[in-house]
């Protein structure tokens, strides 16, 4: 049993003993008044939609689910599909990627999750490098304190063009690191 603070986008978890995954988790409150959690979640078993709002101290069962090392193949509309290295394709809907999307990539390497056999969504590493293809230019004197500006980063749906926040000194062209559980810059790659 994990506390609702420890769920994470793209978890199974149980809830009225049918499997949801988790799509999206928004984080209201204080540490004085305590964190309530809002999730849009989906049935795995009827795809129907649902959303609640859960207190950090709930407990929910996580199901560990089956993973297999996957690549991102195309988008073939609604689904996307990902390829093993036996050549098996997976296809999954657009709605079970979650943040995913923002950095999807042709050839990415991440691992399918799947749940009685199908495919339900995908996770991706920690961290991975990513062109910023767009960025404005830093101002000259806007240097003072942790002054950020917006990036668009390379991925492989130009629809789902995403920015991130990074410091003044990175600019259009460059390979940056970020961290896809919280979607932050992490450093720049050089050489």
């Known amino acids: 049993m994990k506390p609702a603070k420890e769920i994470r986008v793209g978890n199974i978890i149980m809830v009225d003993a049918k499997p949801f995954i988790v799509l999206r988790s928004d984080v209201n409150g204080s540490s004085r008044t305590g964190f309530t959690y809002k999730w849009k979640m989906k049935n ?3 795809n129907a939609p ?3 709002v859960f207190r950090g101290d709930d407990k929910f069962d996580v199901v560990v689910l089956d993973k297999k090392p996957v690549t991102y193949s ?39 999750v799947f749940y009685d056999g199908k495919a339900i969504s995908v996770e991706l590493p920690t961290t991975i ?11 000259k004197g806007n240097t003072s304190g942790n002054v950020t500006k917006e ?6 749906i130009e629809a789902k063009q995403f920015s991130i926040q990074v410091p003044l000194f990175v600019s259009q062209d460059d390979i940056v690191e970020i961290d896809t559980r919280t979607n932050e810059f992490k450093k720049v790659v050089r050489g």
């Open 151 to 156: 990036a668009k980063i390379e991925n492989a």
């Open 50 to 52: 649902f959303e609640s």
């Open 44 to 46: 795995l078993l009827t």
């Open 129 to 139: 490098q990513r062109q910023v293809v767009y960025s404005e230019p830093a101002v």
């Open 74 to 112: 195309y988008f073939a509309d609604p689904l996307y599909v990902f390829m093993d290295a036996e050549y098996e394709q997976y296809e999954i809907e657009e709605e079970n990627l979650g943040d995913a999307l923002n950095y999807l990539k042709d050839g990415m390497e991440c691992e399918a």
